[in-house]
């Protein structure tokens, strides 16, 4: 066996994936449609790094690999990349048969493959045979590449219409937050463009050695993030829609101060029925148009009946809603950040900043305290 630094790191990649996919599919924490094609990818991209490996270190020779072990694992990670994301923006849309034609490039060339694998075990020597088999891998390689890009751009193109359907804020529906699902997909795009210059090279000039390292390691790179964030997003997901089905099932109103002035009296209404503080991306601007008021006014108005600016008296509203979660036992396995989340903030470190400004305490030093003297 050769083993050396870099395909010492495929192999701890590969370990990871598959150790990571056993550990998913058991888990009946992570049972869903989307999770189920990510770990399908997760496999595929394991175990296509696992073919590279027995070769790259001597294991196998090439031609035992593509006799024996070779699948055309390049062209079914598109469409399982497609289904992972359609599957997580919207759980409850079924798989459609044109979704699922998606796997024909998979299954054409996997036919091929044992076809050729069946040719040779039968003792097939024909030089025809085998020039045959490495055009068929030239063209899956590129056919998947092209592949690949195709359905990159359409998945970045069906986000931007995804946010673009959830800028309106909804009591009923927990937004989800994909920064980290444009971030994946820029770095596929990244890797994609990497694979087809190696591919180009090694397709079209031969003669120069072409090192697919880099791919590979990329690929180990992108396992580990695929697994960890991917799983990572959907276990907050999860525990903010449960928190926010308890938000809307236990949500009282407050009543107002009749004494107060009227916007106030308006906006407090906001706050308490329709709770807009848990939008994260809400504004003074958008306030003030709810409420048919510029934005100067509404400013001097709070800062005249209450004394506050318009972000710490939102900031009040949004701490009492993570205070009341903290406190709760029904949620004390539930990850800080989706609590922070959940109570309007728009990322980990604004929760904690201002939560310790305002209390004193982080939030997992409250959540304890209350919790130990419930």
């Known amino acids: 066996m050769d083993l050396n630094i870099y395909n010492s790191l495929f192999l701890a990649g590969i370990v990871q994936g598959f150790v990571f996919v056993i550990a998913v599919l058991f888990s009946k924490k992570y049972r869903s449609k989307s999770n189920y094609f990510l770990i399908g990818l997760i496999f595929c991209l394991s175990l296509s790094n696992l073919n590279y490996f027995l070769s790259d270190a001597g294991i196998i020779s090439v031609n035992q690999l593509y006799i024996y072990l070779y699948l055309p694992l390049a062209s079914i990670i598109p469409p399982l990349l497609y289904l992972y994301v359609r599957t997580f923006l919207y759980p409850q849309k079924k798989v459609a048969l044109g979704e699922k034609l998606l796997f024909l490039p998979f299954a054409i060339f996997l036919v091929l493959t044992f076809v050729f694998r069946i040719g040779k075990l039968i003792g097939e020597t024909q030089p025809e045979f085998d020039t045959f088999f490495g055009f068929i891998l030239n063209l899956h390689e590129i056919l998947s590449v092209t592949y690949t890009f195709i359905v990159l751009s359409i998945l970045l193109i069906t986000i931007i219409r995804y946010e673009k359907q959830q800028q309106s804020f909804g009591l009923a529906t927990v937004r989800k937050r994909l920064n980290w699902l444009k971030i994946t997909l820029t770095l596929l795009f990244i890797l994609t463009f990497l694979w087809g210059f190696l591919v180009y090279k090694n397709i079209f000039i031969p003669e120069v050695f072409t090192s697919f390292y880099l791919l590979w390691l990329g690929l180990s790179v992108l396992i580990y993030w695929l697994g960890h964030i991917g799983i990572y997003q959907f276990g907050i997901l999860e525990e903010r829609k449960k928190i926010r089905a308890h938000t809307v099932k236990n949500k009282k109103t407050k009543p107002s101060k009749s004494t107060r002035n009227e916007h106030i009296i308006a906006l407090e209404k906001l706050l308490h029925e ?37 972000t710490e008296y939102l900031n009040s509203f949004r701490i009492n809603e993570a205070q009341n979660y903290l406190r709760n036992p029904e949620f004390s396995k539930y990850t800080i950040v989706a609590i922070g989340l959940e109570a309007g903030f728009n990322s980990k470190s604004a929760f904690f900043n201002v939560f310790k400004k305002v209390t004193g305490k982080t939030p997992l030093e409250f959540k304890k305290e209350h919790l130990r003297s419930a």
């Open 274 to 310: 329709d709770k807009i503080y848990l939008d994260s991306s809400l504004t003074l601007e958008s306030v003030a148009q709810k409420l048919n008021l510029s934005t100067s006014y509404l400013s001097r108005v709070l800062n005249a009946e209450l004394q506050a600016s318009f």
